[in-house]
């Protein structure tokens, strides 16, 4: 049964991290990380039964602190990386200070402990229990069942390196290349031994004054994988795996901090980003003087720009201004007249001038705006496995399935 009513699950924890499982499979998946400092944080492992238009849910318990980033691997369906916040302390012994006395060095343990206590955003790749590595449409009863653990891999060693922002998977590999973007470090590793190990394959930094920190970065599925791009402060840079080399750079491409950007999945070489100046821009990398196209839909930061995996002219965007935006953006994608155009089409169509003539691109246009948040809206992505369906989170820790809308489904696909 098809409806485009939304379906919401609300997690009971405040959460940021989203993702869709993206290996292989034909169920409709999604992973939510939690944060929170009271209780031990999870991983809510979301199935959607698209017939009944019922969610099902499994947790997995997370504690190795609350979730900032999660992603899946390409390529098995059990594999997932988290970035997440580890306190260290500073610990003391009250033997150590003599005949100090018991309360003054009690007081001085308290002070010297919340002083010198450091918070370290760090990466961990972690395996799923074997049982839930396959979409289920049935839930266990919450109030017999226990929260089950992660498996833990390996971790992503940055003691050498800063805070971990993000963990991205090489799209069409086998699941051994990943990046992580660690304060103004980006470091390419390989996972071996069954992904029990993580060697830093190569590397490189940020230069220039000021401190210069990563906020996001994306692995683009094309020109064989051998791309990244990522945003740091107002900039936006590409980088070649191969070698570790800038191969382009934005500077200004946001008026304030970049906060995310995303690969446009049919045409090489187009970007789009998004961030704090409310905008969501569309770039060519072969000219970045200035975006393609620039949308100002939102009234506050945007947290989440993503394409659709399929039809690239459908694009996602979430707000802290608590709402999600699906945008008809048909005329930079590869269908700007209803059919696949590629770059390389432009001479075929001479043979079809008169009749190119009388058609006009489509027009870009708001499809619809979800209003179903009251929290910033962190987080927005497409189901790997259904294109028509999306899910979007709030820092509340409400989750919303909805449905790319009938009436547009049918006229994109006939």
Wanted: aromatic share 8%; hydrophobic share 35%.
């Amino acid at each position: 049964m098809e409806d485009d009513a939304p379906v919401i699950y609300g997690l009971e924890f405040q959460a940021r991290a989203l993702t869709p499982q993206t290996a292989e499979t034909d169920a409709i998946r999604f992973l939510v990380g939690t944060q929170s400092l009271k209780y031990d944080n999870q991983i809510h492992i979301i199935d959607f039964d698209d017939e009944n238009n019922i969610i099902n849910k499994n947790v997995l318990l997370h504690q190795a602190g609350e979730i900032w980033h999660i992603s899946a691997s390409p390529a098995d369906r059990g594999v997932l990386a988290t970035c997440y916040n580890r306190t260290f302390c500073c610990v003391l012994s009250l033997d150590s200070f003599g005949a100090l006395g018991k309360s003054a060095a009690q007081l001085f343990i308290a002070l010297a402990t919340s002083s010198d206590s450091k918070v370290l955003t760090c990466a961990a790749v972690w395996r799923m229990p074997k049982e839930l590595e396959s979409g289920s449409h049935e839930s266990p009863d919450d109030s017999s069942s226990t929260a089950q653990t992660l498996e833990l891999l390996c971790h992503l060693d940055n003691t050498a390196h800063g805070n971990m922002a993000c963990v991205v998977w090489e799209p069409m590999g086998d699941g051994k290349k990943i990046i992580s973007l660690a304060d103004n470090h980006i470091l390419l590793w390989d996972l071996q031994e069954s992904s029990s190990q993580a060697v830093l394959a190569s590397s490189a930094s940020l230069e220039g004054k000021g401190q210069l920190k990563f906020t996001s970065g994306r692995w683009s599925p094309h020109h064989n994988c051998t791309q990244v791009a990522t945003a740091n402060d107002t900039t936006l840079r590409g980088w070649d795996t191969r070698s570790m080399s800038q191969i382009y750079c934005i500077e200004n491409a946001h008026g304030q901090l970049v906060r995310d950007l995303d690969f446009n999945p049919n045409k090489q070489y187009y970007l789009a980003s998004c961030g704090d100046d409310c905008k969501v821009k569309f770039w060519d990398t072969r000219n970045v003087t200035e975006p393609v196209k620039t949308l100002e839909e939102h009234s506050h930061w945007v947290w989440n720009v993503r394409y659709n995996h399929s039809h690239d002219q459908l694009v996602l965007t979430g707000s802290s201004d608590s709402r999600v935006i699906l945008s008809n953006m048909v005329s930079i994608s590869s269908e700007p007249f209803g059919h696949l155009v590629d770059d390389d089409d432009i001479s075929d169509q001479e043979d079809h001038r008169s009749e190119e003539k009388s058609k006009e691109p489509l027009q870009d246009n708001v499809i619809a705006t979800y209003e179903e948040h009251e929290d910033s809206v962190y987080a927005v992505d497409w189901s790997s496995a259904d294109p028509w369906l999306f899910a979007s989170l709030s820092y509340d820790g409400r989750l919303v399935i909805n449905r790319v809308p009938r009436a547009l489904k049918y006229h994109i696909l006939l």
